[in-house]
Nanobody
Framework: RVQLVESGGGSVQAGGSLRLSCAVS????????MGWFRQAPGNEREGVAG????????YYRDSVKGRFTISRDSAQNTLYLQMNSLNIEDTGMYYC??????????????????WGQGTQVTVSS
């Protein structure tokens, strides 16, 4: 019954910003982990940021710290990823995912049970 649907991807110039959204259904009555992952051509899917709904504990990949912000609107059941100062290396397909409980916000993608369909982010110089 859990569903995740991403939106907000697009094409931007380096230094620009995007905000990704993930509409979540089926997790309204429990605490769980949510994360953003991305995959560029030829690369493995990698964790970008995570949040635990029970405490709002946060995880960020080192390369996005200070530039990206993960947040959640509990009333709207929506996960966000605000991406600022985008670099060419941020290009990829971005997915939101949910797991648990129990769960770890820094777990690899293989640990996450539920996934959205992805939204493309392309950053040009």
């Amino acid at each position: 019954r859990v569903q995740l649907v991403e939106s907000g991807g697009g094409s931007v110039q380096a230094g620009g910003s995007l905000r990704l959204s993930c509409a979540v259904s089926g997790y309204t009555n429990s605490h769980y982990c949510m994360g953003w992952f991305r995959q560029a051509p030829g690369n493995e899917r990698e964790g970008v940021a995570g949040i635990y709904t029970g405490s709002n504990s946060l995880y960020y990949r080192d390369s996005v710290k200070g530039r990206f912000t993960i947040s959640r609107d509990s009333a709207q059941n929506t996960l966000y990823l605000q991406m600022n100062s985008l670099n060419i290396e941020d290009t990829g397909m971005y997915y939101c995912a949910a797991d648990g409980p129990p769960c770890s916000i820094s777990a690899p993608s293989s640990h996450f049970r539920y996934w959205g369909q992805g939204t493309q982010v392309t950053v040009s110089s």
